[in-house]
Nanobody
Framework: QVQLVESGGGLVQPGGSLRLSCAAS????????MGWYRQAPGKQRELVAR???????KYADSVKGRFTISRDNAKNTVYLQMISLKPEDTAIYYC?????????WGQGTQVTVSS
């Protein structure tokens, strides 16, 4: 029903920046709440940022002031702009769409912050 494809991950030095993209298809994108999650090896998947269909945002305390979630409904895409990256930001980042009672996940994109 919904396909999500993340892109933009990669290797970056501490203090650097990356912009992740999540392209959605198969649903009415503008009606969906969207989120970015991340999972590091040995840790539970955690919420990084969330944006509602109305544009309201929420961030994990660990990324407030450094990450910005946004959406472009015309392009069916949600973004995560990440600045001042830290090694502890290293994880696989996943995009999630909340469609009524169903959640849909992308395949993930690797972000590695290392010197």
């Amino acid at each position: 029903q919904v396909q999500l494809v993340e892109s933009g991950g990669g290797l970056v030095q501490p203090g650097g920046s990356l912009r992740l993209s999540c392209a959605a298809s198969g649903s009415s994108f503008s009606a969906n709440d969207m989120g970015w999650y991340r999972q590091a090896p040995g840790k539970q998947r955690e919420l990084v940022a969330r944006i509602t269909r109305g544009g309201s945002t929420k961030y994990a305390d660990s990324v407030k002031g450094r990450f910005t979630i946004s959406r472009d409904n015309a392009k069916n895409t949600v973004y995560l702009q990440m600045i001042s990256l830290k090694p502890e930001d290293t994880a696989i980042y996943y995009c999630k769409a909340e469609v009524r009672m169903w959640d849909y996940w992308g395949q993930g994109t690797q972000v590695t912050v290392s010197s």
